[in-house]
Every structure is written in C-alpha cells, then in structure tokens.
C-alpha cells in the first residue's frame, strides 16, 4: 500500500485561502468516506482537523473544511493565519490489509 | 478529557526488541481503539497497527506483520506495541492515538522516541 500524494510545499499570504490535494486510488480514497486530516506543528503530535471527509470535530476552527472528488481529496484553510504554519497529513481507509495509508505530507507556509 | 500517556524515550542496539506503553486515563478502557503510528526524522507518518480491546482483534500494516506486536492490558489501561529485531530504520517516534469520530484519531499520546544505534 503506497502512500497517498500531496504536494511538498504550499504556501499563501495571510487572509487567503489554500487548499491541499490528497490523491489515491479507488482501493482507498476512491472508494471509502473514511478520510480524514492532521496538522503537525514542529516538534508536537498530530491533530485531528476532518474527519469522513467533511465532519469537524468539537474545538476545530471551522477555517478548515474538507472534500472529495473521485481519487482525490483536499483540504481547505481559508483565512490564512500565521498559526497555521505546520505540516498537514490526509488518512484513509483501505480495502487492503494495510487498513489505513497517510499521505506523503504538505508544509504550509504563511508568507 | 482522555488524556494517553506514552512511556520514556529508549536508546537501543541493533537486533534487540523494545517495548512502548501507552496508558490512558479518562475513559472506559473496554472501549477504546489504539492505533500506533510512527514517524521517522524528517518523515511523515505511518500507520503501523491497532488493538480493538473489546473485541480484541489486532490489524498490522503489512509492512510490520512479523516485526512489531501490539497488546494491551486491562488491569492498567494500557496498549502496547513492541518492536522487534531493531535496525537502525526503526529510529522513530512512535505515537499512540484513540479512534474516537470513526476511522481517524483525535486523542494522541505525546510520543516516545526510541533510537537504534
């Protein structure tokens, strides 16, 4: 079970809004609502911020929003603050027995 | 608030075993579901395996099935996952989480970095 794709790097200006790809495959993303999305600042553990691709849980701004469509699925930050300067990793669901992949990973920078 | 305590950093050879504890507070143990990720230097995260307590099944990733266990105990509220035939590649911090919304982990212990060397 090979890692789902993200971009390296993807960065905007405070107030803006970005979004970060996920691509799988049908064996994965394409074929489970169960994505969910963290966000890892340096040096701390990860956070939940989606979960079933769209759900939020209590406590997580909702500045963050998730979707999908086919194979891929994003996550969106709109008014970009400089808190939210940190890495960002999608999860789903398999078939295979591997029952989860994470994503290669996405540095955020506020510029 | 469920809070999950990891234990100590290690330091260990090559070809030894270590093992990592997890232990909640907060909640009813029967119910929990631990998840163990890891995180190499650098590296992203990787999702090695989980313990359904209650129903005690245990899932690996295929790419640790044979090299780690995962156990867990009542008595102390505890998960665990153990590491076998250490290489230096196991250098990582490993994590445990609870599935609380489904499929995706909300509670995170703090980490435990173990180091092969």
């Known amino acids: 079970q090979s890692a789902l794709t993200q971009p390296a790097s993807v960065s905007g200006s405070p107030g803006q809004a970005i979004s970060i790809s996920c691509t799988g495959t049908?064996?994965?993303?394409?074929?489970?609502?169960?994505v969910s999305w963290y966000q890892q600042h340096p040096g701390k553990g990860p956070k939940l911020l989606i979960f079933?691709?769209?759900h939020r849980p209590s406590g997580v701004s909702n500045r963050f929003s998730g979707s999908k469509s086919g194979n891929t699925a994003s996550l969106t930050i709109s008014g970009l603050q400089p808190d939210d300067e940190a890495d960002y990793y999608c999860n789903s669901y398999t078939t295979t027995s591997t029952l989860y992949v994470f994503g290669t990973g996405t540095t955020v920078t506020v510029l | 608030q469920v809070q999950l305590v990891q234990s100590g950093a290690e330091v260990k050879k090559p070809g030894s075993s270590v093992k990592v504890s997890c232990r909640t507070f907060?909640?009813?143990?029967?119910?929990?579901?631990i998840t163990w990720v890891r995180q190499a230097p650098g590296q992203g995260l990787e999702w090695m395996g989980r313990?359904?307590?209650?129903?005690?099944?245990?899932n690996y990733a295929q790419k640790f099935q044979g090299g780690v266990t995962i156990t867990a105990d009542r008595s102390s509220s505890s998960a665990y996952i153990e590491l076998h035939s250490l290489k230096s590649e196991d250098t990582a911090v490993y994590y445990c989480?609870?599935?609380?919304?489904?499929?995706?982990?909300?509670?995170w212990g703090q980490g435990t970095l173990v180091s092969v060397s």
């Open positions: 989480a609870r599935e609380v919304h489904s499929n995706s982990w909300k509670d």
């Open positions: 907060g909640d009813t143990f029967n119910n929990f579901i």
């Open positions: 313990i359904i307590f209650m129903q005690n099944i245990i």
């Open positions: 079933d691709v769209i």
């Open positions: 049908s064996s994965d993303i394409g074929g489970t609502n169960y």
